[in-house]
């Protein structure tokens, strides 16, 4: 999807290590299904792994990056030579890679040209890559951990988003069932999505 000029784009960001807090020096997080960990993608590493996935039909549909190696390679490094306001990563449980991750930031997205978005709202794009992780209940257990991560890595962030297609019924599911809320229906450039979003919860002072 082409770049859509917003007012958010032309901001002058912060130091591009500033802008996810450092998503790469994160470290692993526990689940119920192991200890998890988002790692950066690669390409040179990742890009056979990225690609099968994409080429998957079921991701296909929605992702619209199947074919050969060169066309998740220009995805994956146009995100990598830009100024850090969205990371690829792979999600590795138990030492498995088994996901694909994009933690990006919304207000610095063309998402914000379409929605209203506040400063430091964090958003993600995810996938599980093989046939036999899905159906599990994975999907939902790995989004509440991230969504937990975010909001503990990112203190200035108040709030985890996502966009999902409104066809992706599966994927809508999964973002409830890990405690994200549908917010509203957004047209999107390639799209007609769903707004979803997690609040930090505020802390009980009294």
Not at 60 to 65: G, S, Y
Request: proline share 8%.
């Amino acid at each position: 999807m082409a770049p859509v000029e917003t007012a958010a784009d032309s901001r002058t960001p912060p130091a591009a290590s500033d802008l996810l807090d450092h998503v790469g020096g994160w470290g692993p997080t526990s689940t119920p299904a192991g200890a998890f960990h988002l790692v950066p993608v690669q390409v040179d590493r990742d890009l056979t792994l990225v690609c099968r996935w994409m080429n998957d039909p079921a991701v296909a549909a929605f992702w619209e990056l199947a074919g050969p190696d060169s066309v998740t390679a220009r995805h994956l490094r146009r995100q990598l030579a830009d100024d850090g306001r969205s990371v690829p990563c792979l999600g590795v449980l138990e030492g498995r890679p088994m996901s694909y991750w994009e933690i990006y930031r919304a207000d610095l997205d063309p998402l914000a040209a379409h929605c209203p978005v506040r400063p430091h709202d964090t958003g993600i794009h995810f996938l599980v890559g093989g046939r036999a992780d899905r159906g599990r209940g994975l999907g939902s257990l790995l989004l509440r951990a991230v969504a937990d991560l975010i909001l503990d890595r990112r203190p200035a962030c108040t709030r985890v988003v996502a966009e999902p297609d409104l066809r992706n019924i599966a994927s809508i599911a999964t973002f409830l069932s890990a405690g994200f809320r549908f917010l509203a229906e957004i047209e999107l450039p390639t799209k007609r999505a769903a707004l979803m979003g997690r609040d930090r919860v505020p802390c009980d002072l009294s």
